[in-house]
C-alpha cells in the first residue's frame, strides 16, 4: 500500500475508511492469494488509498 491522502479529516493517511466501500474493492483489485484461494484480479497492484467519504458515505464538493 503507497502512502495516501485524507480529504475529509486534516492529518489522515487515506487508510481509515469509515464506509468499508474502498476497502472492498482494494481486496477484490490486489487480494494476495491466502488458504481460502481469495486472490484479487490484479494481485500485485499497489493500492493509492484517498479519503473522500465522510462517516455518512457523503462527498461534500469544495464548490459548494
Known amino acids: 500500500m503507497l502512502p495516501g491522502a485524507d480529504f475529509v479529516d486534516a492529518g489522515g493517511d487515506g487508510r481509515t475508511d469509515t464506509v468499508g466501500h474502498g476497502t472492498t ?17 490484479a494481485h ?13 458515505n457523503r462527498y461534500r464538493d469544495a464548490g459548494i
Not at 25 to 41: C, E, R, Y
Open 44 to 56: 500485485r497492484a499497489r493500492i493509492l488509498p484517498v479519503r473522500v467519504l465522510d462517516r455518512k
Open 25 to 41: 474493492v482494494a481486496a477484490l483489485i490486489a487480494g494476495q492469494d491466502d488458504p481460502t484461494g481469495m486472490i484479487g484480479i
